[in-house]
C-alpha cells in the first residue's frame, strides 16, 4: 500500500503535482487519466521512487518515507513512456540484463516472450524491431520483475488492437495479486479493465474513484445530426464530446449540457463524456 499525502510536485517554474492525497491499495488495476502535460508521468516516476517531491509526504505499508526510497524502489516496476534501449542488443537479452540489474527472476521471461506475441522476434536487436513490438518487449520486463507494484506509463501505446487485447487480458490476470497502475489515454482499455479511475488536470486530482463513479459525473448528453458548417458552430458555444461521420455526409455529434436545439435528443452519457467534461476545465 502506498500513501501519498499532500504531495507537490515542481520542475522551476512549472507546478507538475498540486497537494495530491492518494491511497493505493495492494492489488487491482488503477487507471490514471489526464491530458497531455497533466502530471501522470510525474505521478509515476514519484510512485516508482525516482523522483522526489516537492511538498507533503509518501508512506509505505503505513511506514513514511524519508528521503530514502530504496524501498519504494524494490517495491516498484516502472515502465517508462520511452524505454531508451541500445538498439543493437537482441530483446531477450536486453530483458534479462534489466532484471539482473534490478535483481529480479527471470524465470518468467520465456513465457511471457509468448503471452506478448515475440516467440520468434525475441532474438533480433530492439534497433530492428518495429515500436510496438518493443513496446511489447518492455512489457515483458515489466511483468516478469514480478514486483508487488507495477507502474506503465501508456504501456498500450503503438499496440495494434490484437495485442492490446492480449495485454488486457494479461493485465487482469495478473492485478487478483498484485497492484498495476498504468496511464494511458484510450477510454475503452480503462471501461474494460480498470478497477479505478485517477484524473488529473492540470496537476490536481479531480477523479479518484470507480468507472460508475466517473459516470456518474456525466452532465446530460444531446445528439444531433450536423453538416460540416454547423459543426464548427456547435464546437463553438458548447463542449463536444464526439462526432461521427454519416454514410451521407453529415455529422452525428454528441454535445454535453444543456439542451441547445429541439430537434437535439438526449442520449445515455458514456464513459468518454465523463473524461471529456471532467478535464474540460481549460478549455
Ligand atoms: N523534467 C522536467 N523539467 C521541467 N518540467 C517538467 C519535467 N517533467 C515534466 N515537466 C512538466 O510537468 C508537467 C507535467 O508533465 P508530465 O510529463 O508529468 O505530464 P503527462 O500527464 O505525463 O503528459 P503526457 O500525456 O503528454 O505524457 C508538464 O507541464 C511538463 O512540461
Redo the contacts with the bound molecule.
Keep these: 500500500m502506498i500513501s501519498l499525502t499532500g504531495v507537490t ?1 515542481r ?2 517554474a ?4 498540486t497537494r495530491l492525497d492518494v491511497t493505493l491499495g495492494d492489488a487491482g488495476i488503477v487507471a490514471v487519466m ?12 514519484i510512485l516508482a521512487g525516482l523522483a522526489a517531491e516537492t511538498e507533503g509526504s509518501i508512506s509505505l505499508l503505513g511506514e513514511p518515507l524519508r528521503r530514502d526510497r530504496r524501498a519504494l524502489r524494490a517495491a516498484t516496476t516502472l515502465l517508462p ?1 520511452e524505454l531508451r534501449l541500445d538498439p543493437a542488443v537482441p530483446a531477450r537479452e536486453m530483458i534479462r540484463y534489466l532484471l539482473r540489474l534490478r535483481r529480479r527472476p527471470d524465470d518468467a521471461v520465456a513465457d511471457l516472450i509468448e503471452v506478448f506475441g515475440l516467440t520468434g522476434l525475441a532474438d533480433r536487436p530492439l534497433g530492428t524491431l518495429s515500436g510496438g513490438t518493443r513496446q511489447r518487449a518492455g512489457l515483458v520486463y515489466a511483468f516478469a520483475a514480478a514486483t508487488p507494484v507495477l507502474l506503465l ?2 504501456p498500450t501505446q503503438g499496440l495494434d488492437p490484437w495485442e492490446r487485447l492480449r495485454f488486457t487480458e494479461h493485465v487482469a490476470r495478473v492485478a487478483a495479486t498484485r497492484l498495476i497502475v498504468y ?1 494511458t ?1 484510450i477510454v475503452s482499455d480503462v471501461e474494460a479493465i480498470a478497477g479505478r479511475v485517477l484524473i ?1 488536470e492540470g ?1 490536481q486530482l479531480v477523479h479518484n474513484g470507480t468507472t460508475d463513479d466517473l459516470l456518474a459525473r456525466a452532465p446530460s448528453v444531446w445528439q444531433i445530426d450536423a453538416d460540416a458548417a454547423d459543426l464548427a458552430e456547435l464546437g463553438t458555444h458548447g463542449q463536444v464530446s464526439g462526432v461521427t461521420r454519416l454514410t451521407d455526409g453529415t455529422f452525428r455529434v454528441r454535445r454535453l449540457g444543456d439542451r441547445f436545439s429541439d430537434t437535439a435528443k438526449p442520449v445515455p452519457p458514456t464513459l468518454l463524456d465523463a473524461y471529456i467534461a471532467v478535464t474540460g476545465g481549460a478549455q
Design positions: 510536485k520542475y522551476r512549472t507546478e507538475a503535482l489526464g491530458r497531455n502535460g497533466a502530471g501522470k508521468s510525474t505521478l509515476m516516476s513512456q506509463d501508456e496511464s489515454h488529473l496537476g
